[in-house]
């Protein structure tokens, strides 16, 4: 390998050691949020709970109705968490040096799997809070279709991306 690409490897590594030391600290600091949340939700008077533009106060619903909204949050944050699992995932596999492997990019596709994940989430949060506050149908909700374009075009570019890495596999292996 030259020198300047050893360089910037080198830059790679170091600085995905720092990325995946964050993504750590925010899987940590997303699990106390849910913690927070959770007790909140269900002993909290006067709290309100804000996810996906719709706000839910709480005083009005009932303990087993409330329970739905710790079964969302849990939704929504355990989405949150499954996105940050896989980009520290990648980024230990950059500070190792693995970057144009299969194994990279499948934590790549498990990114856009997140995205479609979390348009789902989107979805039922909207659908299951209309339900409980008993509010009228919406004329309108806000649905983030681009967690879908952006999770679609994440997968197919990481197929390209797996074909090409098992290429570049293959290539190492012949002599």
Known sequence: MRAEAEKRLKKIKQFSRVLRRVCQGLMVLMALVFLIS???????RGVTVRAFNVAVPLSSLSF???????????????VLLKGLYHL???????????????????????????????????VAWVAVTHTLMRAPSPRSFQLHLDSVAIGLIVIVISWFMEMAAEMHEENELTI
């Open 38 to 44: 959770v007790v909140a939700s269900l002993v909290g």
């Open 88 to 122: 520290q995932r990648l980024f230990g596999n950059y500070a190792s040096g693995d970057i144009f492997t299969t194994e990279t990019v499948g934590q790549i596709r498990q990114l856009g799997i997140t995205a479609l994940l979390w348009a789902g989430a989107n």
């Open 64 to 78: 087993p109705q409330r329970l739905v909204i710790v079964t969302l949050l849990a939704l929504a944050i355990g």
